[in-house]
Protein backbone atom coordinates (compact mmCIF):
# COMPACT_ATOMS: atom_id res chain seq x y z
CA UNK A 1 0.00 0.00 0.00
CA UNK A 2 1.15 3.51 -0.65
CA UNK A 3 1.95 5.31 2.88
CA UNK A 4 0.68 8.19 1.04
CA UNK A 5 -3.13 7.15 1.42
CA UNK A 6 -3.00 6.03 5.10
CA UNK A 7 -3.31 9.88 5.46
CA UNK A 8 -4.96 11.15 3.34
CA UNK A 9 -9.17 11.48 3.54
CA UNK A 10 -11.64 8.82 2.67
CA UNK A 11 -14.88 8.41 1.02
CA UNK A 12 -15.42 5.58 3.22
CA UNK A 13 -17.28 4.06 5.65
CA UNK A 14 -16.07 1.11 7.43
CA UNK A 15 -18.58 -2.06 8.20
CA UNK A 16 -17.74 -4.88 9.91
CA UNK A 17 -19.90 -8.52 9.82
CA UNK A 18 -19.30 -11.12 12.98
CA UNK A 19 -21.54 -13.03 14.99
CA UNK A 20 -21.10 -9.89 17.79
CA UNK A 21 -22.75 -7.96 14.62
CA UNK A 22 -24.55 -9.93 12.07
CA UNK A 23 -25.92 -7.32 10.35
CA UNK A 24 -23.21 -4.37 10.53
CA UNK A 25 -25.21 -2.08 11.35
CA UNK A 26 -23.76 1.12 12.80
CA UNK A 27 -24.25 1.10 16.21
CA UNK A 28 -25.52 -2.58 16.81
CA UNK A 29 -22.60 -4.32 17.96
CA UNK A 30 -22.02 -6.23 21.06
CA UNK A 31 -25.71 -6.18 22.15
CA UNK A 32 -25.86 -9.81 23.54
CA UNK A 33 -24.15 -9.66 26.88
CA UNK A 34 -24.60 -5.86 26.99
CA UNK A 35 -21.30 -4.90 25.93
CA UNK A 36 -18.95 -7.66 27.17
CA UNK A 37 -17.90 -10.37 24.72
CA UNK A 38 -20.96 -12.39 24.03
CA UNK A 39 -21.60 -14.26 20.84
CA UNK A 40 -17.82 -14.46 19.62
CA UNK A 41 -18.72 -17.93 17.47
CA UNK A 42 -21.71 -19.91 16.32
CA UNK A 43 -22.06 -23.59 15.39
CA UNK A 44 -22.62 -24.41 11.39
CA UNK A 45 -24.44 -28.14 11.43
CA UNK A 46 -24.20 -30.95 8.60
CA UNK A 47 -25.09 -29.30 5.42
CA UNK A 48 -25.78 -25.66 6.86
CA UNK A 49 -24.88 -22.35 5.07
CA UNK A 50 -23.95 -19.96 7.11
CA UNK A 51 -24.42 -15.98 6.14
CA UNK A 52 -21.47 -14.57 6.75
CA UNK A 53 -22.10 -10.82 4.86
CA UNK A 54 -24.74 -9.73 3.51
CA UNK A 55 -24.65 -5.83 2.53
CA UNK A 56 -26.15 -3.49 0.22
CA UNK A 57 -23.35 -1.69 -1.94
CA UNK A 58 -21.24 0.35 -3.62
CA UNK A 59 -18.32 -0.99 -1.18
CA UNK A 60 -15.80 -3.35 -1.02
CA UNK A 61 -14.54 -6.51 0.47
CA UNK A 62 -11.59 -5.66 2.38
CA UNK A 63 -10.66 -8.92 4.99
CA UNK A 64 -11.78 -12.01 5.83
CA UNK A 65 -10.59 -13.63 8.91
CA UNK A 66 -11.88 -16.79 10.16
CA UNK A 67 -10.92 -19.69 12.82
CA UNK A 68 -12.77 -23.49 13.30
CA UNK A 69 -12.52 -25.07 16.32
CA UNK A 70 -10.83 -27.74 14.22
CA UNK A 71 -7.71 -25.06 14.29
CA UNK A 72 -7.35 -25.02 17.41
CA UNK A 73 -5.65 -27.30 20.80
CA UNK A 74 -8.58 -28.58 22.02
CA UNK A 75 -9.51 -30.29 18.92
CA UNK A 76 -7.89 -33.13 20.35
CA UNK A 77 -8.28 -37.12 21.00
CA UNK A 78 -10.15 -40.02 19.81
CA UNK A 79 -13.10 -37.60 18.88
CA UNK A 80 -11.38 -34.79 16.84
CA UNK A 81 -12.47 -34.50 13.63
CA UNK A 82 -10.22 -34.52 10.37
CA UNK A 83 -8.34 -30.75 9.58
CA UNK A 84 -7.93 -32.19 6.52
CA UNK A 85 -12.06 -33.11 5.66
CA UNK A 86 -12.86 -29.24 7.00
CA UNK A 87 -9.81 -28.20 4.47
CA UNK A 88 -11.42 -29.97 1.35
CA UNK A 89 -15.51 -30.20 2.79
CA UNK A 90 -16.14 -27.23 4.13
CA UNK A 91 -16.61 -24.58 1.08
CA UNK A 92 -16.24 -21.04 0.61
CA UNK A 93 -19.04 -18.93 -1.23
CA UNK A 94 -19.09 -15.28 -2.59
CA UNK A 95 -21.59 -13.62 -4.36
CA UNK A 96 -21.86 -10.18 -6.73
CA UNK A 97 -25.03 -7.58 -7.30
CA UNK A 98 -27.56 -10.47 -6.26
CA UNK A 99 -26.10 -12.82 -9.02
CA UNK A 100 -27.56 -16.46 -8.76
CA UNK A 101 -24.36 -18.36 -9.39
CA UNK A 102 -21.17 -17.52 -7.35
CA UNK A 103 -18.25 -15.94 -8.10
CA UNK A 104 -16.39 -17.69 -5.85
CA UNK A 105 -16.84 -21.88 -4.50
CA UNK A 106 -13.92 -23.07 -3.25
CA UNK A 107 -12.72 -25.52 -0.36
CA UNK A 108 -11.62 -23.39 2.12
CA UNK A 109 -7.97 -25.04 2.12
CA UNK A 110 -7.55 -24.71 -1.93
CA UNK A 111 -9.12 -21.27 -1.02
CA UNK A 112 -6.81 -20.43 1.54
CA UNK A 113 -3.26 -22.28 -0.66
CA UNK A 114 -3.73 -25.05 1.79
CA UNK A 115 -4.78 -27.88 -0.80
CA UNK A 116 -2.79 -30.52 1.14
CA UNK A 117 -5.21 -30.26 3.62
CA UNK A 118 -2.71 -29.38 6.34
CA UNK A 119 -2.76 -25.99 8.43
CA UNK A 120 0.64 -24.20 7.66
CA UNK A 121 1.76 -21.12 8.99
CA UNK A 122 2.86 -18.67 6.03
CA UNK A 123 2.29 -14.61 5.18
CA UNK A 124 1.54 -13.63 1.68
CA UNK A 125 0.17 -10.22 0.35
CA UNK A 126 -3.13 -11.58 -0.23
CA UNK A 127 -3.72 -14.98 1.64
CA UNK A 128 -2.17 -15.82 5.33
CA UNK A 129 -2.40 -18.08 8.40
CA UNK A 130 -0.68 -16.29 10.66
CA UNK A 131 0.57 -18.89 12.76
CA UNK A 132 -1.01 -22.21 11.34
CA UNK A 133 -4.34 -21.91 13.18
CA UNK A 134 -6.28 -19.00 11.53
CA UNK A 135 -7.43 -18.08 7.50
CA UNK A 136 -6.61 -14.61 6.96
CA UNK A 137 -7.81 -13.08 3.32
CA UNK A 138 -6.76 -9.26 2.32
CA UNK A 139 -7.50 -9.47 -1.60
CA UNK A 140 -10.13 -6.14 -2.46
CA UNK A 141 -13.06 -7.46 -3.68
CA UNK A 142 -15.39 -4.35 -5.17
CA UNK A 143 -19.06 -4.89 -5.62
CA UNK A 144 -21.41 -2.37 -6.68
CA UNK A 145 -25.03 -3.50 -5.67
CA UNK A 146 -24.81 -6.64 -3.08
CA UNK A 147 -21.85 -8.58 -1.10
CA UNK A 148 -23.28 -12.34 -0.25
CA UNK A 149 -20.39 -14.11 1.54
CA UNK A 150 -21.39 -17.72 3.03
CA UNK A 151 -19.37 -20.60 4.84
CA UNK A 152 -20.73 -23.87 3.64
CA UNK A 153 -20.51 -27.18 5.61
CA UNK A 154 -20.22 -30.76 3.54
CA UNK A 155 -19.36 -32.89 6.03
CA UNK A 156 -21.59 -34.63 8.44
CA UNK A 157 -20.10 -33.04 11.19
CA UNK A 158 -21.39 -30.15 13.52
CA UNK A 159 -18.43 -27.48 13.64
CA UNK A 160 -18.48 -26.77 17.16
CA UNK A 161 -16.93 -23.24 16.61
CA UNK A 162 -16.70 -20.77 13.93
CA UNK A 163 -15.14 -17.09 14.57
CA UNK A 164 -15.28 -14.86 11.79
CA UNK A 165 -15.49 -10.99 10.50
CA UNK A 166 -15.95 -9.65 7.30
CA UNK A 167 -14.85 -5.98 7.03
CA UNK A 168 -15.68 -4.07 4.33
CA UNK A 169 -15.76 -0.34 3.28
CA UNK A 170 -19.20 1.49 2.23
CA UNK A 171 -17.68 4.01 -0.62
CA UNK A 172 -18.00 4.37 -4.74
CA UNK A 173 -17.06 2.13 -7.46
CA UNK A 174 -15.42 3.27 -10.72
CA UNK A 175 -16.77 2.38 -13.79
CA UNK A 176 -13.28 0.56 -14.01
CA UNK A 177 -13.56 -1.73 -11.36
CA UNK A 178 -13.53 -5.15 -11.81
CA UNK A 179 -15.41 -7.88 -9.85
CA UNK A 180 -13.17 -10.94 -7.60
CA UNK A 181 -13.65 -14.39 -8.92
CA UNK A 182 -12.30 -17.94 -7.86
CA UNK A 183 -12.87 -21.23 -9.77
CA UNK A 184 -11.92 -24.47 -8.27
CA UNK A 185 -11.13 -27.75 -10.15
CA UNK A 186 -10.30 -31.38 -8.99
CA UNK A 187 -8.59 -33.74 -11.30
CA UNK A 188 -8.29 -37.05 -10.22
CA UNK A 189 -6.24 -38.04 -13.02
CA UNK A 190 -5.28 -36.02 -15.82
CA UNK A 191 -5.26 -37.75 -19.45
CA UNK A 192 -1.46 -38.70 -20.85
CA UNK A 193 -0.33 -35.30 -22.67
CA UNK A 194 -2.73 -33.16 -21.85
CA UNK A 195 -2.57 -30.03 -19.97
CA UNK A 196 -4.18 -29.54 -16.19
CA UNK A 197 -6.54 -26.40 -17.19
CA UNK A 198 -5.90 -23.80 -14.09
CA UNK A 199 -8.62 -21.68 -15.63
CA UNK A 200 -10.62 -22.27 -18.73
CA UNK A 201 -10.93 -19.50 -21.54
CA UNK A 202 -12.95 -16.86 -19.91
CA UNK A 203 -14.12 -14.38 -21.78
CA UNK A 204 -14.09 -10.32 -21.10
CA UNK A 205 -11.88 -7.73 -20.09
CA UNK A 206 -9.88 -8.52 -16.46
CA UNK A 207 -6.83 -9.50 -14.81
CA UNK A 208 -5.63 -13.42 -13.88
CA UNK A 209 -4.41 -12.68 -10.43
CA UNK A 210 -2.65 -16.16 -9.53
CA UNK A 211 -2.98 -19.69 -8.57
CA UNK A 212 -2.92 -22.40 -6.09
CA UNK A 213 -2.00 -25.72 -7.33
CA UNK A 214 -2.12 -28.84 -5.26
CA UNK A 215 -0.48 -32.12 -7.01
CA UNK A 216 -0.81 -35.48 -5.32
CA UNK A 217 2.02 -37.45 -7.20
CA UNK A 218 0.95 -41.18 -9.04
CA UNK A 219 2.97 -43.58 -7.37
CA UNK A 220 3.37 -45.69 -10.60
CA UNK A 221 6.41 -43.23 -11.20
CA UNK A 222 8.18 -43.88 -7.58
CA UNK A 223 9.19 -40.67 -6.42
CA UNK A 224 10.31 -39.42 -9.82
CA UNK A 225 10.40 -35.84 -10.26
CA UNK A 226 6.68 -34.37 -11.65
CA UNK A 227 7.59 -30.62 -11.63
CA UNK A 228 9.05 -30.18 -15.18
CA UNK A 229 5.79 -28.80 -15.94
CA UNK A 230 5.72 -24.96 -17.91
CA UNK A 231 2.57 -22.56 -16.77
CA UNK A 232 1.16 -21.55 -20.09
CA UNK A 233 -1.23 -18.29 -20.49
CA UNK A 234 -3.29 -17.76 -23.44
CA UNK A 235 -4.40 -14.10 -24.17
CA UNK A 236 -7.01 -12.38 -26.05
CA UNK A 237 -7.19 -14.52 -29.33
CA UNK A 238 -4.34 -17.07 -28.60
CA UNK A 239 -5.56 -20.59 -29.65
CA UNK A 240 -2.64 -22.88 -30.71
CA UNK A 241 -0.04 -21.77 -29.31
CA UNK A 242 0.55 -19.43 -25.96
CA UNK A 243 1.95 -15.77 -25.48
CA UNK A 244 3.47 -16.37 -21.85
CA UNK A 245 5.39 -19.44 -21.09
CA UNK A 246 7.18 -20.58 -18.04
CA UNK A 247 10.03 -22.79 -17.71
CA UNK A 248 8.96 -25.11 -14.59
CA UNK A 249 6.40 -25.77 -11.60
CA UNK A 250 9.34 -24.60 -9.12
CA UNK A 251 10.63 -21.99 -11.26
CA UNK A 252 7.23 -20.29 -12.08
CA UNK A 253 7.01 -19.92 -7.87
CA UNK A 254 10.45 -18.36 -7.91
CA UNK A 255 12.83 -20.79 -6.72
CA UNK A 256 14.70 -23.49 -8.75
CA UNK A 257 16.18 -27.24 -9.12
CA UNK A 258 12.93 -28.96 -7.12
CA UNK A 259 11.53 -27.44 -4.39
CA UNK A 260 10.31 -27.61 -1.07
CA UNK A 261 8.86 -25.49 2.04
CA UNK A 262 8.98 -21.44 1.37
CA UNK A 263 6.43 -18.47 1.71
CA UNK A 264 6.99 -15.07 0.39
CA UNK A 265 4.75 -12.33 -0.74
CA UNK A 266 3.81 -13.32 -4.12
CA UNK A 267 4.90 -17.16 -4.25
CA UNK A 268 5.70 -20.36 -2.21
CA UNK A 269 5.36 -23.86 -1.34
CA UNK A 270 3.46 -24.69 1.84
CA UNK A 271 4.03 -28.00 1.55
CA UNK A 272 6.18 -30.62 0.29
CA UNK A 273 6.07 -34.45 0.94
CA UNK A 274 6.33 -37.73 -1.36
CA UNK A 275 2.29 -37.90 -1.58
CA UNK A 276 1.38 -33.98 -1.69
CA UNK A 277 3.13 -30.83 -2.90
CA UNK A 278 1.04 -28.01 -2.68
CA UNK A 279 1.93 -24.23 -4.51
CA UNK A 280 1.16 -20.59 -5.09
CA UNK A 281 1.83 -17.55 -6.92
CA UNK A 282 0.19 -14.07 -6.89
CA UNK A 283 0.71 -12.36 -9.85
CA UNK A 284 0.53 -8.36 -7.71
CA UNK A 285 4.10 -7.13 -9.53
CA UNK A 286 3.84 -8.53 -13.20
CA UNK A 287 -0.15 -8.22 -13.93
CA UNK A 288 -1.51 -10.64 -16.16
CA UNK A 289 -4.11 -8.44 -17.92
CA UNK A 290 -6.79 -9.05 -20.76
CA UNK A 291 -9.14 -7.43 -22.71
CA UNK A 292 -10.89 -10.47 -24.78
CA UNK A 293 -10.40 -13.62 -23.15
CA UNK A 294 -7.79 -15.89 -20.91
CA UNK A 295 -7.14 -19.31 -20.54
CA UNK A 296 -4.32 -20.65 -18.40
CA UNK A 297 -2.84 -24.31 -18.29
CA UNK A 298 -0.07 -26.23 -16.85
CA UNK A 299 1.73 -28.82 -18.58
CA UNK A 300 2.00 -32.63 -17.07
CA UNK A 301 5.39 -33.39 -17.53
CA UNK A 302 8.12 -35.14 -15.08
CA UNK A 303 12.08 -36.42 -15.25
CA UNK A 304 13.52 -39.46 -14.94
CA UNK A 305 16.88 -41.46 -16.03
CA UNK A 306 16.88 -43.01 -19.37
CA UNK A 307 16.95 -46.40 -17.77
CA UNK A 308 14.09 -45.39 -15.57
CA UNK A 309 11.23 -44.53 -18.79
CA UNK A 310 12.66 -47.60 -20.13
CA UNK A 311 11.49 -49.38 -17.24
CA UNK A 312 8.18 -47.27 -16.98
CA UNK A 313 7.49 -48.11 -20.81
CA UNK A 314 7.93 -52.20 -20.35
CA UNK A 315 5.84 -52.60 -17.53
CA UNK A 316 3.29 -50.60 -19.37
CA UNK A 317 2.89 -47.33 -17.20
CA UNK A 318 1.28 -44.10 -18.44
CA UNK A 319 4.43 -42.31 -19.95
CA UNK A 320 4.94 -40.45 -23.16
CA UNK A 321 8.41 -39.21 -23.97
CA UNK A 322 8.66 -35.56 -24.60
CA UNK A 323 12.45 -34.60 -24.25
CA UNK A 324 15.92 -35.02 -23.03
CA UNK A 325 18.72 -32.41 -22.17
CA UNK A 326 21.69 -33.04 -24.22
CA UNK A 327 25.04 -30.69 -23.44
CA UNK A 328 22.64 -27.99 -22.51
CA UNK A 329 20.06 -28.06 -25.52
CA UNK A 330 16.39 -29.90 -25.32
CA UNK A 331 16.45 -32.90 -27.79
CA UNK A 332 13.14 -32.12 -28.67
CA UNK A 333 11.10 -36.30 -28.39
CA UNK A 334 7.58 -35.31 -28.51
CA UNK A 335 5.50 -36.50 -31.56
CA UNK A 336 8.04 -37.60 -33.48
CA UNK A 337 9.63 -40.97 -34.22
CA UNK A 338 13.20 -41.25 -32.99
CA UNK A 339 15.86 -43.87 -31.86
CA UNK A 340 16.69 -44.41 -28.33
CA UNK A 341 19.93 -44.62 -29.46
CA UNK A 342 19.93 -40.96 -29.93
CA UNK A 343 19.79 -40.38 -26.07
CA UNK A 344 22.85 -40.80 -24.01
CA UNK A 345 22.62 -43.15 -21.23
CA UNK A 346 23.36 -40.52 -18.47
CA UNK A 347 20.60 -38.52 -19.61
CA UNK A 348 17.80 -37.46 -18.20
CA UNK A 349 14.37 -37.57 -19.89
CA UNK A 350 11.20 -35.15 -19.52
CA UNK A 351 7.88 -37.16 -19.97
CA UNK A 352 4.16 -36.30 -19.77
CA UNK A 353 2.87 -38.56 -16.85
CA UNK A 354 -0.81 -38.88 -15.28
CA UNK A 355 -1.03 -37.63 -11.25
CA UNK A 356 -4.08 -35.85 -9.29
CA UNK A 357 -4.22 -32.12 -9.63
CA UNK A 358 -6.46 -29.88 -7.63
CA UNK A 359 -5.73 -25.93 -8.67
CA UNK A 360 -7.96 -22.74 -7.58
CA UNK A 361 -7.23 -19.95 -10.07
CA UNK A 362 -7.84 -16.44 -8.59
CA UNK A 363 -9.15 -13.54 -11.04
CA UNK A 364 -10.97 -10.00 -11.77
CA UNK A 365 -13.59 -9.85 -14.48
CA UNK A 366 -15.49 -6.81 -15.83
CA UNK A 367 -19.22 -9.14 -14.78
CA UNK A 368 -20.19 -10.28 -11.15
Known amino acids: MNQMELYRKQQSEPVWFSFENPTGAKGAGGQENNGAKGHPSDPV????????CDMEGPGVVRRIWMTLNEFGMCNCGKDAFPVERVLREVWLEMYWDGEDTPAVRVPLGDFFCLGAGKMAAFESELLASP????????????FRRRAQIFLVNETEHTIPRLYYDVDLTREPVGDDALYFHAIYRFLPQNKLCEDVEILPRTEGCGRFLGT??????NADYEGRWWGESEIKMYLDGDRSLPSLVGTGAEDYIGTAWEQNVFATRFSGCLCCEKE?????RFHVPDPICFSQDCRVVMQTIGGASKADLLRFLSEGKAVCPAGTDIDGHVHPLYRREFSWEEVPDNCSVNFFRCDCYATVAYFYLDRP
Not at 212 to 217: I, K, L, N, S
Open 45 to 52: APGERKLL
Open 276 to 280: VTSFY
Open 131 to 142: EGRSLLCLIPMP
Open 212 to 217: AVTVRP
